[in-house]
């Protein structure tokens, strides 16, 4: 799932979160993004790339006892691609 690319990445933010570190990162995925929308008369495309955001939940030890975290998948505008054209307020 994750691009080998990415692997020590996500390797290195699963510890810190094991660890009891809050952990924000970004990775690429193996699956392909293309884009619905054609821009500049071309089809965009490359990984897909998401944002995870995580947390630990501790006992009162301290001790990681649970995990939740969230998965997002940018969307379009979000990597540089124009939703819609301004139209100057028309």
């Known amino acids: 799932m ?3 690319v990415d692997r020590p990445i996500m390797d290195r933010e699963w510890a810190e979160l094991l660890n009891g570190e809050n952990v924000n990162f970004e990775l ?4 392909p993004f293309v884009a619905e929308k054609i821009v500049g008369g071309q089809k965009m495309e490359g990984l897909t790339w998401i944002v995870a955001a995580a947390y630990p939940e501790k006992a009162d030890d301290g001790s990681v006892v ?4 969230c998965i ?3 969307s379009e505008v979000g990597r540089g ?3 819609k054209e ?3 307020g028309h």
């Open 2 to 4: 994750i691009a080998e």
């Open 28 to 31: 690429r995925l193996r699956r």
């Open 66 to 69: 649970g995990l939740l975290g």
């Open 72 to 74: 997002y998948q940018p």
């Open 81 to 83: 691609i124009p939703a």
């Open 86 to 88: 301004d139209d100057g």
